[in-house]
């Protein structure tokens, strides 16, 4: 049975940011797993 979460764990790779990569595409927006700039971050309303 699986979870919901289960794609997460599988991109998230613990231990090893440096080979995590986007998944998010113009093409594929469904897809949930992105990368934001930090200006992106700080602008977004509080």
């Known amino acids: ?4 979460l289960d794609p997460f764990v ?3 790779r613990a231990g ?3 080979a995590r990569q986007a998944t998010f ?3 594929a ?3 949930r ?7 992106e971050l700080v ?4």
């Open 1 to 4: 049975m699986g979870y919901d």
């Open 10 to 12: 599988a991109l998230y």
């Open 16 to 18: 090893t940011l440096h």
């Open 25 to 27: 595409t113009e093409a």
């Open 29 to 31: 927006p469904e897809v």
């Open 33 to 39: 797993w992105r990368a934001h700039d930090y200006d």
């Open 43 to 46: 602008a977004r309303d509080k």
